[in-house]
């Protein structure tokens, strides 16, 4: 419960238990109060019992026409009854018999030790006492009855204005909702709160932000790949509209330049949907065990002449003869091919790449791993370059991978594969001095 309306609700039973007290002690008082005028005005009292028994015993031991006669001593007593036989014979003032024999002093009448009746009376005092207490005790069933109407009016105020403030940040959201809903660009959700609201708010907040950061790569990967697409079909389109324009026949090496364009065309546009299938996780996998050393080996095979074309020493150096890992083998493969002509084409002539294969324990992740280091003494990669180069279509220098050939995919394309074997890749990289490419996988054990 709120402080507030802890406080509400111990100022209302505080208010209830002071009425109560008062009430108590009104009640008590009241009595003392009356015994007390007894006693101070005793001669009085005694003489006003005297007088009726008087009464009684000249009248031939009876009450009859009591309510007639006249008694010297009633003038000091506002309010008297005389109750004989149950029922009240005489009685002078304004409070009814009923409240007199319930709060008046009572005098027990007697004659010849015979108890004739009993007399029920008030002076003055005792009176104004009585009048008192009839007062307070009519107004605290109203205080109390407005203390409960206030503590009343006052929990439905806090219950509104909490509501009000539980419904505001839901409201907030629901704005924010309907805002991304409509496509509204940067949308916040201005719930800086430590409570529940504040997590969901928060935890919409970070979808949000994640889909529209989706949004947006998904649109750069659209335009990156319509560019890319733009180059060579221009230069196709460009050699053809010549060939009509002029009728002079192709020569072979404008037909090998259109060649060379179609190719990658038709490499780009496979590179592209084998990201996308991998990103979107609808390529089929089916991994199964098989032995690394052999994938390394058929990678040397399918590398062999574009090291020779450019003259580069290359090294295998493997640590065993047989490193089982769970793998679909030809997308492990095309992942170590892709970093290897990498390596090989940002490697001058007479350069070095040297590949090695060892098993590493990673006691972080309990597991066993086999590395497949590729090294280079190419060109390197710059620090702010590094950090980027797994991402589709990102070049370190534009100028120079253009002619290459290369669709800017590779490295994408290599990651995912080895992330969907559980693995991952590390690099390290200096410019001029050369990269280092570390492909993990890990190793089916037994
Ligand atoms: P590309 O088709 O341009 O090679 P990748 O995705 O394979 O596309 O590589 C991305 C970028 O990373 C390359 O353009 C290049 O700048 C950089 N890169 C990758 N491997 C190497 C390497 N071994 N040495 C230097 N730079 C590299």
Same mark, same amino acid.
């Given at each position: 419960?709120?402080?507030?309306?802890?406080?509400?609700?111990?100022?209302?039973?505080?208010?209830?238990?002071?009425?109560?007290?008062?009430?108590?002690?009104?009640?008590?008082?009241?009595?003392?109060?009356?015994?007390?005028?007894?006693?101070?005005?005793?001669?009085?009292?005694?003489?006003?019992?005297?007088?009726?028994?008087?009464?009684?015993?000249?009248?031939?031991?009876?009450?009859?026409?009591?309510?007639?006669?006249? @008694?010297?001593?009633? #003038?000091?007593?506002?309010? /008297?009854?005389? !109750?004989?036989? $149950?029922?009240?014979?005489?009685?002078? %003032?304004?409070?009814?018999?009923?409240?007199?024999?319930?709060?008046?002093?009572?005098?027990?009448?007697?004659?010849?030790?015979?108890?004739?009746?009993?007399?029920?009376?008030?002076?003055?005092?005792?009176?104004?006492?009585?009048?008192?207490?009839?007062?307070?005790?009519?107004?605290?069933?109203?205080?109390?009855?407005?203390?409960?109407?206030?503590?009343?009016?006052?929990?439905?105020?806090?219950?509104? @204005?909490?509501?009000? #403030?539980?419904?505001?940040? /839901?409201?907030? !959201?629901?704005? $924010?909702?309907?805002?991304?809903?409509? %496509?509204?660009?940067?949308?916040?959700?201005?719930?800086?709160?430590?409570?529940?609201?504040?997590?969901?708010?928060?935890?919409?907040?970070?979808?949000?932000?994640?889909?529209?950061?989706?949004?947006?790569?998904?649109?750069?990967?659209?335009?990156?790949?319509?560019?890319?697409?733009?180059?060579?079909?221009?230069?196709?389109?460009?050699?053809?509209?010549?060939?009509?324009?002029?009728?002079?026949?192709?020569?072979?090496?404008?037909?090998?330049?259109?060649?060379?364009?179609?190719?990658?065309?038709?490499?780009?546009?496979?590179?592209?949907?084998?990201?996308?299938?991998?990103?979107?996780?609808?390529?089929?996998?089916?991994?199964?065990?098989?032995?690394?050393?052999?994938?390394?080996?058929?990678?040397?095979?399918?590398?062999?002449?574009?090291?020779?074309?450019?003259?580069?020493?290359?090294?295998?150096?493997?640590?065993?003869?047989?490193?089982?890992?769970?793998?679909?083998?030809?997308?492990?493969?095309?992942?170590?091919?892709?970093?290897?002509?990498?390596?090989?084409?940002?490697?001058?002539?007479?350069?070095?790449?040297?590949?090695?294969?060892?098993?590493?324990?990673?006691?972080?992740?309990?597991?066993?791993?086999?590395?497949?280091?590729?090294?280079?003494?190419?060109?390197?990669?710059?620090?702010?370059?590094?950090?980027?180069?797994?991402?589709?279509?990102?070049?370190?220098?534009?100028?120079?991978?253009?002619?290459?050939?290369?669709?800017?995919?590779?490295?994408?394309?290599?990651?995912?594969?080895?992330?969907?074997?559980?693995?991952?890749?590390?690099?390290?990289?200096?410019?001029?001095?050369?990269?280092?490419?570390?492909?993990?996988?890990?190793?089916?054990?037994?």
């Amino acid at each position: 419960m709120k402080i507030r309306n802890k406080l509400i609700l111990s100022m209302s039973i505080m208010i209830v238990f002071i009425m109560l007290f008062l009430l108590g002690v009104t009640h008590v008082q009241f009595y003392i109060d009356r015994d007390l005028a007894y006693l101070e005005e005793k001669a009085a009292f005694e003489s006003l019992r005297e007088e009726f028994e008087q009464y009684y015993t000249s009248n031939g031991h009876s009450w009859d026409n009591v309510h007639a006669a006249e @008694f010297v001593h009633s #003038r000091f007593f506002p309010a /008297i009854v005389l !109750i004989a036989n $149950g029922t009240p014979v005489y009685q002078q %003032g304004q409070l009814s018999a009923d409240v007199l024999r319930n709060e008046g002093y009572k005098l027990a009448l007697f004659a010849d030790q015979k108890k004739v009746g009993r007399l029920f009376v008030m002076n003055d005092k005792q009176l104004k006492t009585y009048e008192f207490k009839s007062m307070w005790y009519s107004i605290v069933p109203n205080i109390a009855k407005a203390s409960l109407l206030f503590t009343c009016i006052a929990a439905f105020l806090t219950i509104f @204005f909490l509501s009000w #403030r539980m419904t505001s940040p /839901i409201r907030k !959201i629901i704005k $924010g909702i309907n805002d991304i809903k409509k %496509g509204k660009p940067a949308v916040t959700l201005p719930v800086q709160r430590k409570d529940e609201f504040g997590a969901i708010s928060s935890a919409l907040q970070e979808m949000n932000d994640a889909l529209a950061n989706a949004e947006r790569t998904r649109k750069q990967f659209l335009s990156d790949v319509a560019h890319e697409l733009k180059t060579p079909l221009m230069i196709i389109q460009g050699e053809l509209e010549l060939v009509q324009e002029t009728g002079a026949p192709l020569s072979s090496a404008k037909q090998s330049s259109i060649l060379d364009e179609v190719l990658r065309l038709s490499r780009l546009v496979h590179d592209v949907l084998d990201l996308s299938k991998l990103e979107a996780g609808m390529t089929d996998l089916r991994p199964g065990p098989g032995n690394l050393v052999e994938v390394l080996e058929n990678l040397q095979q399918k590398t062999e002449f574009l090291l020779a074309d450019k003259q580069i020493r290359f090294s295998m150096n493997i640590a065993e003869d047989c490193i089982y890992v769970s793998m679909e083998k030809n997308r492990i493969l095309q992942a170590l091919y892709n970093i290897l002509t990498n390596a090989i084409h940002y490697t001058n002539h007479g350069g070095q790449i040297r590949l090695q294969a060892q098993r590493v324990y990673r006691p972080d992740l309990e597991h066993e791993y086999i590395s497949i280091k590729i090294e280079d003494s190419g060109v390197g990669i710059s620090e702010e370059d590094l950090p980027h180069i797994f991402n589709r279509f990102y070049r370190a220098d534009h100028s120079r991978s253009r002619p290459s050939g290369g669709t800017g995919l590779g490295l994408a394309i290599a990651q995912q594969n080895i992330l969907a074997h559980r693995g991952w890749i590390e690099v390290q990289s200096e410019i001029g001095k050369g990269s280092v490419f570390t492909v993990y996988l890990p190793i089916i054990l037994g």
